[in-house]
């Protein structure tokens, strides 16, 4: 494991800039596609996709089935059901991405407590003040409607923090293995259930277009294969306070994506939310640059 406090490498911020637009594009990418097909059929097709590009890592040594039964079902068939049904009940994009951020305080919180990590207070104050401006920017004022499938992506958001800080705790299982792992016991329960609880589902797959399709891959090869596979491997390699702060930087991605792609309207509530997220992304990367400095200086 790299030391907690020493200086980012450019790998790992590739990957965390990286996994900002994959997730930034996938927001509304599910969104999209779940108005044409049912969530958890949505959600069993990405996982079967990805399983069939991730078959090669799927072979002995295996890990401890005590071990990865709890973080396999947190991090696929619960966390991933729940957002798909989020993203279908909500009418407006915003506010579902609001709170799918959430994950990242629950992650600071449960690796404080769980795993006893520290984080400085600054960084603390920073990403507490890019929360508020993250919820200010995305907040539909006329998003009440939307608060049932708001309360699942609250839901949604505790389960993926509690699978984060679980695979800081497993920083033996290589990440691709694990999205291996994941998928294959993903993939046949979200179709099982599919099948078992929403109706029609032949109908919506025949019916929908190629484009949906295309977001169907783009959410398993980009975000499932890439994106969340980088997000393990840096929480193996650093302290997830330390590392989920910069993510808040997600919804400023699927903003301009609802800005200028799907009809959202720019208003000074948008533009005053996406400053203050800036200024605290801003003092979180001042924070990181000092806690550096001191590292490189102390070696």
């Not at 991933?80 to 506010?95: D, E, Q």
């Not at 996406?274 to 990181?288: D, H, N, Q, R, S």
């Amino acid at each position: 494991m790299t030391s907690s406090r020493s200086p980012f490498t450019g790998a790992e911020w590739a990957a965390i800039f990286g996994i900002i637009l994959v997730w930034g594009l996938n927001n509304a990418a599910a969104k999209l596609a779940t108005e044409a097909l049912p969530p958890l059929f949505m959600g069993g097709v990405r996982f079967l996709v990805a399983l069939l590009f991730l078959l090669p890592f799927l072979k002995p040594p295996w890990p401890p089935w005590r071990q990865m039964l709890p973080l396999v079902l947190l991090a696929g068939p619960l966390h991933f059901g729940l957002v798909y049904v989020a993203f279908a009940m909500v009418h407006n994009l915003s506010p579902i991405v609001v709170a799918l951020q959430l994950w990242i305080p629950m992650t600071a919180l449960m690796a404080w407590l769980v795993l006893k990590e520290t984080m400085p207070w600054p960084a603390v104050v920073g990403m507490l003040i890019a929360f508020v401006g993250v919820a200010w920017m995305s907040l539909d004022p006329h998003g009440a409607a939307d608060l049932p499938g708001i309360a699942i992506g609250v839901l949604a958001s505790g389960l993926w923090a509690w699978a984060t800080v679980l695979m800081r705790k497993a920083p033996s299982i290589r990440p691709l293995k694990m999205q291996a792992i994941t998928s294959l016991a993903a993939a046949p329960v979200l179709l099982a259930a599919s099948f078992a609880f929403e109706p029609g589902v032949v109908d919506k797959a025949v019916a929908a277009t190629p484009f949906v399709w295309g977001l169907v891959l783009f959410a398993a090869l980009a975000s499932t294969v890439g994106a969340t596979a980088l997000l393990f491997w840096l929480v193996q390699r650093r302290e997830a306070g330390r590392v989920t702060p910069w993510f808040l930087l997600t919804p400023l991605v699927s903003c301009t994506i609802g800005v200028g792609l799907m009809g959202d309207r720019v208003t000074p509530q948008l533009i005053a939310g996406g400053l203050a997220t800036m200024v605290g992304v801003a003092l979180v990367a001042l924070t990181e640059r000092r806690a550096a400095r001191q590292a490189s200086s102390a070696t």
